[in-house]
C-alpha cells in the first residue's frame, strides 16, 4: 500500500515534470530525426565540373557515359581560368577539361587522347571518387581498343572475352537478414543513449526529497526506508519503459524500423531499464550535490554514447577505444538491440549483453543500498 | 518489536497522566552539543509549549521524539512506549509538523493529503473521510484541488499540518509552525490547535515566539543552550518569575516614587515602569494621588507578567536575542 503510494506519487511528479519530457523523449527524437535525415540521404552525389573544349561526338560519348554514372553530376563550366583559380582559393574541388583534340587522337589510335583534370589536393574524399571514375572509363577504353586489335588478329568474341575476363571475381553478399543502415544505427543509438539522462531525474527527484526535508519528515512516519527507495526506484524504471517504446515505436512508424523479434527487444529494454536506473539510484545517493551528479551524468552518457558506438558504428572506432567500449552497459545495449533488428537475433543470442546489463543494474542497487543509511543522516542533520 | 502487545496497553478510556517523559536525553552532532540532559514531561490533553530562541535545541528534541534522529543518552518515554524500542508503534500515534513546509508543490492538495494519509498506513473510504476532515478544519475544502504551489504561504503551513492528522494521532508536535505567514493563518492555525485540544489531542508546540506559548499552552518549558531552565504550569511561572509593575507616563514621577509598596522605578520608553509586590495596591494610591495633587496621567497601565521577563530574570537575556 505504502509502496504503491510512493510510486503513484512519484510518476505524477516525474509525468508533469517538462523537462523530463523533453530530455527523455523530445530530444532524442530530435536527434534521430537530424542525424537520421543527415545519414540516410542517399541522393548526395559527386559533382564533376567540366569544360569540353573538343565538342565532338567522342567527347560527348565519353561525358554521356561519366554522366550515366549514378552518383555523379556534370556541371558545365565556362571558362577554364577561371575555375582553377576557384579551386585554389577552396571554392570548388575539380575540373576535368576535354582536350580540343580529344576525338582525333582516339580516331588515330597512336597517341594517348588528354585529359586535364584539375584537382584540390585537400579534397581527396570529393576527388578520389571521381578520379577512381574516369580510370574505369579510361581503362573501358582501354578494353575496346584491345578487343578490336584482338578481333583483327583473328580472335573469336569467346577468345577474346576470355582473354579480357578479370581473374578475380568479388561477389558481395549481404549476410544480415536486414540492411544495416542510418536509422537502425542512430534509433537504437538514441535511444540507449538518452536512457541514461533518467539518471539526471533521478538525482534531481532524490535532491528535491532531501533538501525540501521531505526525507526527513517520512522518517517520522512508519514507511520503512527500504519502501521509500524502492518507491523512488520503480517510477524511474517505468518512465524508462515508456520512453524506450516511445522511441522505437517512432522509428517503427516513421522510418519503418524493422524492430525484429519484440520479445527480444522488450527484454533487451527491461535490463537496460534496470541497468540505467540502478545505476541513477546510486549516483542520486553517492553525489554530494546535484551539480556533481548532474556533471558525472553528462559525461557518463556522453563518453559512454562515443565509446559504445551510438554515434557512428563500432567497428570505426579505433581498437583501444573498442576496447574500453565494451566495458560501457551502452555498448552491450546498443549491440543487443541491433543484433535482433537487423541480425535477426533472438533473446537466448543476446544473454551476454544482458547479463552485463543486469550486472550493472544490481552493482547499482547495493551501492544504493548500502549508503542509503547515510543518505538520510545527511538529509536529517 | 511488540507491536500489537504494546498498543493494547492503551484502551479506549483509559487515561495517563503523563504521556510523554522524557529524561537525561542528549545529543550531539559531531563536536557541537545540541541537547544536554535535558528532562521534561507532558501530561495529556494538554497543549505543551517548547519555547527558545532559535538553536536552543527545540528542533532536535522534536526530531528525537517523533524517531526521526536518535538520541545519544537518555530515554523518552512516548505514551508509556520507550522510544528505542516501539519507534513504529509510536510513528503510528504521533503527528509530526515540521519546520518547513514539506508539501509536494507540483500536487493539489487532495493528492498531498493522500499520500500521507497512505503513508501512516489509512486507507480506503476512511482516509478520504479523514482528508474531508482535515480540509474542513483548515478551511481548504473548496481549494482541494488546486496545486500546492499556487497556494499562499499560509495555506501551505494549513495543509502541512492537516498532513499530520490524518491518522488521528494522539500526540501532535509542532516545529515553529507559523513562521512566515500572516496573522489572518497563523489564528486560523491557533483555532485548529485550540480545536484539537479540545478534542483531546496532546500539543506540543516549539516556537521562538512567546505571544503564541502564551496564547495557546498550558504547561510550558524553557530551552536555552541544549538545557531546560525551567519547566512548569505557564500561569504558575509567569507568578513565580515575573515582577508585577504598573507603566506610568508622568511628569511628577518623583512624587509617586514616596507612596508605599513600591519597590523599584525605572523609565522605560516614555514614561516609568514602577515594580510592586502589591500592584493593585500600588494602583489605588497612584489614582488618589494624582487626583488629590492634580497630576497628570497621560498613561497608566497595570503591566502584565510575560515569559520575556521571565526569560530574562532566568538567563539574563532577551529571548529575541
Known amino acids: 500500500m505504502m509502496l504503491m503510494s510512493i510510486i503513484s506519487k512519484e510518476l505524477k511528479i516525474i509525468l508533469r515534470e517538462k523537462g523530463n519530457f523533453f530530455f527523455l523523449i523530445v530530444m532524442p527524437i530530435f536527434f534521430i530525426v537530424l542525424f537520421g535525415s543527415i545519414f540516410s540521404n542517399?541522393?548526395?552525389?559527386?559533382?564533376?565540373?567540366?569544360?569540353?573544349?573538343?565538342?565532338?561526338?567522342?567527347?560527348?560519348?565519353?561525358?554521356?557515359?561519366?554522366?550515366?554514372?549514378?552518383?555523379?553530376?556534370?556541371e558545365k563550366v565556362a571558362n577554364e581560368q577561371n575555375h582553377i583559380d576557384q579551386i585554389e582559393a577552396g571554392n570548388s574541388?575539380?575540373?576535368?577539361?576535354?582536350?580540343?583534340?580529344?576525338?582525333?587522337?582516339?580516331?588515330?589510335?597512336?597517341?594517348?587522347?588528354?585529359?586535364?583534370?584539375?584537382?584540390?589536393?585537400?579534397?581527396?574524399?570529393?576527388?578520389?571518387?571521381?578520379?577512381?571514375?574516369l580510370e574505369n572509363i579510361a581503362n573501358a577504353y582501354r578494353e575496346q581498343k584491345l578487343s578490336s586489335a584482338m578481333r583483327q588478329l583473328g580472335l573469336t568474341d569467346t577468345e577474346t572475352e576470355s582473354i579480357l575476363m578479370p581473374p578475380i571475381n568479388i561477389e558481395e553478399i549481404n549476410t544480415s537478414s536486414t540492411q544495416v543502415d542510418a536509422i537502425t544505427q542512430f534509433v537504437p543509438g538514441y535511444t540507449v543513449m538518452f536512457v541514461f539522462f533518467i539518471m539526471i531525474t533521478m538525482v534531481r527527484r532524490f535532491f528535491k526529497e532531501k533538501e525540501s526535508g521531505m526525507l526527513s519528515r517520512m522518517q517520522s512516519?512508519?514507511?520503512?526506508?527500504?519502501?521509500?527507495?524502492?518507491?523512488?526506484?520503480?517510477?524511474a524504471l517505468i518512465s524508462?519503459?515508456?520512453?524506450?517504446?516511445?522511441?522505437?515505436?517512432?522509428?517503427?512508424?516513421?522510418?519503418?524500423?524493422?524492430?525484429?523479434?519484440?520479445l527480444a527487444i522488450s527484454i533487451i529494454v527491461i535490463c537496460l531499464a534496470i541497468c540505467s536506473t540502478g545505476l541513477g539510484l546510486a549516483l542520486a545517493v553517492c553525489v554530494t550535490g546535484e551539480n556533481q551528479g548532474l556533471a558525472l551524468t553528462q559525461v557518463f552518457t556522453m563518453g559512454g554514447a562515443v565509446l559504445a558506438g551510438l554515434w557512428f558504428p563500432f567497428e570505426l572506432l579505433p581498437s583501444f577505444a573498442q576496447t574500453i567500449g565494451q566495458f560501457t552497459p551502452q555498448y552491450w545495449a546498443q549491440t543487443g538491440l541491433q543484433d535482433v533488428m537487423v541480425r535477426g537475433a533472438l533473446a537466448g543470442d543476446v544473454w551476454q549483453g544482458l547479463l552485463v546489463l543486469l550486472g550493472y543494474g544490481a552493482l547499482g542497487i547495493l551501492i544504493a543500498l548500502s549508503r542509503f543509511k547515510q543518505y538520510i543522516r545527511s538529509a536529517i542533520n | 518489536m511488540g507491536f500489537g502487545v504494546r498498543i493494547n496497553q492503551f484502551k479506549e478510556g483509559d487515561t495517563l497522566e503523563k504521556v510523554l517523559d522524557i529524561k537525561q536525553l542528549s545529543k550531539k552532532y559531531g563536536k557541537k552539543t545540541a541537547l544536554e540532559g535535558i528532562t521534561f514531561s507532558v501530561p495529556e490533553g494538554t497543549c505543551f509549549g517548547l519555547l527558545g530562541p532559535n538553536g536552543a535545541g527545540k528542533s532536535t528534541t522534536m526530531k528525537i521524539?517523533?524517531?526521526?534522529?536518535?538520541?545519544?543518552?537518555?530515554?523518552?518515554?512516548?505514551?508509556?512506549?520507550?522510544?528505542?524500542?516501539?519507534?513504529?508503534?509510536?510513528?503510528?500515534?504521533?503527528?509530526?509538523?515540521?519546520?518547513?513546509?514539506t508539501l509536494?508543490?507540483?500536487?493539489?492538495?487532495?493528492?498531498?493529503?493522500?499520500?500521507?494519509?497512505q503513508m501512516y498506513g489509512v486507507k480506503g473510504s476512511q482516509l478520504k473521510e479523514r482528508i474531508t476532515r482535515v480540509l474542513i478544519q483548515t478551511g481548504l475544502l473548496d481549494r482541494a484541488k488546486d496545486k500546492v504551489k499556487e497556494y499562499s504561504g499560509g495555506m501551505k503551513r494549513r495543509i502541512n499540518i492537516a498532513a499530520a492528522l490524518l491518522h488521528d494521532p494522539k500526540i501532535l508536535i509542532l516545529d515553529e509552525p507559523t513562521v512566515g505567514i500572516d496573522p489572518q493563518s497563523r489564528n486560523h492555525i491557533f483555532d485548529m490547535i485550540r480545536s484539537l485540544k479540545e478534542e483531546g489531542v496532546t500539543i506540543i508546540y516549539s516556537t521562538h515566539y512567546m505571544e503564541e506559548v502564551e496564547a495557546l499552552c498550558d504547561e510550558i518549558a524553557i530551552i536555552d543552550n541544549g538545557k531546560i531552565i525551567i519547566q512548569g504550569n505557564l500561569k504558575e511561572l509567569l507568578e513565580q518569575h515575573s515582577d508585577k509593575s504598573i507603566f506610568i507616563d508622568t511628569d511628577q514621577i518623583e512624587i509617586l516614587k514616596q507612596l508605599p509598596n513600591v519597590n523599584k522605578v525605572s523609565s522605560k520608553d516614555d514614561g516609568w515602569m514602577i515594580e510592586s509586590d502589591q500592584p493593585i495596591a500600588l494602583l489605588q494610591d497612584i489614582l488618589a494621588t494624582c487626583t488629590e495633587q492634580g497630576i497628570e496621567i497621560r498613561e497608566l497601565e497595570m503591566m502584565r507578567p510575560t515569559l520575556e521577563s521571565v526569560f530574562l530574570s532566568l538567563t539574563g537575556t532577551s529571548l529575541r536575542d
Open chain 1, 240 to 262: 524508462v519503459l515508456i520512453q524506450c517504446t516511445v522511441l522505437l515505436a517512432f522509428g517503427r512508424i516513421v522510418y519503418s524500423l524493422d524492430l525484429g523479434n519484440l
Open chain 2, 65 to 101: 521524539l517523533t524517531g526521526i534522529v536518535e538520541a545519544d543518552q537518555g530515554t523518552a518515554i512516548i505514551l508509556g512506549m520507550n522510544s528505542n524500542e516501539n519507534r513504529l508503534a509510536i510513528k503510528q500515534q504521533v503527528g509530526y509538523v515540521p519546520q518547513s513546509i
Open chain 1, 93 to 133: 574541388s575539380s575540373l576535368l577539361v576535354i582536350q580540343e583534340d580529344f576525338e582525333e587522337t582516339i580516331a588515330s589510335g597512336i597517341a594517348k587522347a588528354r585529359l586535364k583534370f584539375y584537382q584540390d589536393p585537400t579534397a581527396t574524399q570529393v576527388v578520389a571518387p571521381i578520379n577512381a571514375v
Open chain 1, 42 to 74: 542517399t541522393n548526395s552525389s559527386f559533382n564533376v565540373p567540366y569544360i569540353d573544349l573538343d565538342q565532338s561526338d567522342s567527347s560527348k560519348a565519353f561525358l554521356s557515359q561519366l554522366n550515366g554514372i549514378d552518383g555523379f553530376e556534370l
Open chain 2, 104 to 117: 509536494y508543490e507540483d500536487l493539489n492538495a487532495y493528492d498531498n493529503l493522500l499520500f500521507f494519509g
Open chain 1, 221 to 235: 512516519t512508519p514507511v520503512k526506508p527500504i519502501v521509500y527507495l524502492i518507491g523512488m526506484w520503480i517510477p
